[in-house]
């Protein structure tokens, strides 16, 4: 079992979903699926730490794909874990809160990225 595996087998008791709020993978993905992706891209290269983080960002806050490409790093606050989510439309921006594998895949992207060019 990979790193990722052991994450969202160790998350997958408890609810995968935006801080506060109890919610419920989409039943059509299931938790050997989203290992099976997560163990299969290779971190070595800056642009597939970019793909893990953000599918493993998504997985953990239940984050939309709009919401997480509409991301900054501004957005980032990683002294607290969390992510400021502007909302659709005219809705407020909403404050989520990171779990811990989330936020270091992100500072660990971050840092990489600032220091090998990456997105």
Do not use: F
């Not at 953990?60 to 606050?77: F, I, K, N, P, V």
């Not at 439309?89 to 971050?110: D, F, I, N, T």
Request: glycine share 10%; aromatic share 4%; with cysteine.
């Amino acid at each position: 079992m990979g790193a990722a595996a052991r994450i969202l087998a160790a998350r997958s008791s408890r609810s995968i979903g935006r801080t506060g709020v109890r919610a419920r993978p989409p039943s059509a993905w299931q938790l050997a699926h989203a290992c099976t992706l997560l163990d299969a891209i290779e971190v070595a290269e800056i642009q597939h730490h970019r793909d893990y983080t953000l599918i493993l960002t998504a997985m953990l806050t239940g984050l939309r794909r709009a919401e997480l490409a509409a991301l900054c790093w501004r957005d980032y606050d990683a002294e607290n874990a969390r992510l400021r989510v502007v909302g659709k439309g005219s809705k407020p921006a909403v404050v989520v809160g990171v779990p811990s594998e989330a936020a270091a895949a992100l500072s660990e992207w971050r840092e990489r990225s600032r220091g090998g060019g990456g997105t």
